[in-house]
Nanobody, 124 residues
Framework: QVQLVESGGGLVQAGGSLRLSCAAS????????MGWFRQAPGKEREFVAA????????DYADSVKGRFTVSRDNAKNMVYLQMNSLKPEDTAAYYC?????????????????WGQGTQVTVSS
């Protein structure tokens, strides 16, 4: 079992930056692939970024490439999402997720455990 708690969301102006954190419980955190997803009101949950257990394999949605950076610190059981050059269309609830059976995935169904989400609002 892995429990995930996101933090770092908030209100920011367009062009600004935020850093989301995801704290994970469980001694086997380092074996999990981690993903970030987001969901805006009235829209389906969408993939943002993913990182393999080692941190060597990373994937991003096209919409955030070059602006967002995912990273992890297995010693601290933490995953991060650095978000730069934020746009109003980035406004959403952001969720981190953990998977113990894929190396890297952009598919939400591949993830076993989810956090409660943190809200990011980007004003124009």
């Amino acid at each position: 079992q892995v429990q995930l708690v996101e933090s770092g969301g908030g209100l920011v102006q367009a062009g600004g930056s935020l850093r989301l954190s995801c704290a994970a419980s469980g001694r086997t955190f380092s074996t999990y692939a981690m993903g970030w997803f987001r969901q805006a009101p009235g829209k389906e949950r969408e993939f943002v970024a993913a990182i393999s257990w080692s941190g060597y394999n990373i994937d991003y949605a096209d919409s955030v490439k070059g602006r967002f950076t995912v990273s992890r610190d297995n010693a601290k059981n933490m995953v991060y999402l650095q978000m730069n050059s934020l746009k109003p269309e980035d406004t959403a609830a952001y969720y981190c997720a953990a998977s113990n059976y894929v190396r890297l995935s952009s598919v939400s169904a591949d993830y076993d455990f989810w956090g409660q989400g943190t809200q990011v609002t980007v004003s124009s």
